[in-house]
């Protein structure tokens, strides 16, 4: 309040009859508050800038929270994301790859490759995380996929939206299918992946092989739920993959099964 003065400090702890907090003081062009209406005036001061607070805080929590049903990914600090897909290589290709982290409009690339190999955290389900290691060939195949489907989900567009643009870009030849073998690996201990029922959950490191247009029952494979040793995951598609889990040997391992076996069979 314009030329309001302090109010009376508390003498003691007491007040004098007509004296104190409620004594109202000038509200400016000489004149003076009614007792009792300074109290009133405070409170109304206090509420609305709680009120304020309020307000201000329910915008950050907006704008920082996901909403219900979003189909974007949760964005990660660069430097954690780019640890992330660098996992997914052997050490001896992520010194050497390019690498994307993924922001608010689509990937970005942070570093060119040196050698073919892009390494990329791809999220096939906005939930999902799947750090990743492809070869120049997937470079030039599969990665242009990924990239446009992020664009597409930046853009609001919906799953069933981005599937039939993959599906169309796939029938004009605007992603075009591999021409030779090749792999992605897949080797962070940090894998979350669709299953079979479309629900997301960990998989151990594995490392994966083109496979256009193959099946399970081409490999003799009854599908990640069978428990084989190798499974087809978008089969029959042009972008089918054969999936290998990796399992470590040791040369203790191998120095048993010698010990054990009198040879070839």
């Known amino acids: 309040m314009s030329g309001a003065v302090p109010l009376k400090r508390l003498e003691s702890g007491r007040t004098k009859p007509g004296e104190g907090l409620f004594d109202g003081p000038d509200a400016g062009c000489g004149h003076r508050l009614p007792r009792g209406e300074v109290s009133v005036s405070l409170i109304r001061v206090f509420l609305l800038g709680l009120a304020a607070q309020i307000a201000v805080s329910a915008v950050a929590v907006v704008q920082s929270t996901p909403t219900a049903g979003s189909q974007q990914p949760p964005l990660m600090e660069h430097q954690k994301e780019i640890a992330l897909a660098f996992s997914a290589c052997p050490p001896s290709v992520a010194s050497k790859a390019g690498v994307y982290v993924l922001e608010k409009s689509g990937y970005v690339k942070v570093r060119d490759s040196r050698s073919g190999f892009t390494a990329i955290v791809q ?10 290691c492809m070869d120049e060939e997937g470079t030039r195949t599969f990665l242009p996929r990924v990239l446009k489907v992020a664009e597409l989900r930046a853009q609001g567009k919906s799953p069933e939206e981005i599937k039939r643009f993959v599906a169309d870009a796939f029938a004009k030849g605007v992603f075009p299918t591999p021409t030779r073998p090749g792999v992605i690996y897949m080797l962070s201990t940090e894998n979350l992946v669709p299953n079979d029922k479309g629900s997301v959950a960990a998989f151990p490191p594995h490392v994966m092989f083109y496979g256009t247009h193959l099946t399970n029952a081409d490999i003799g494979s009854e599908g990640q739920a069978g428990g084989g040793p190798a ?19 040791t040369g203790s391992d191998h120095a048993s099964t010698d010990k054990s076996s009198d040879g070839p069979q």
């Open 123 to 132: 999220h096939s389900l906005p939930t999902s995380q799947e750090p990743q």
């Open 231 to 249: 499974f087809v995951v978008n089969e029959g598609a042009p972008h089918a993959l054969v999936i290998v889990p990796v399992v470590a040997h």
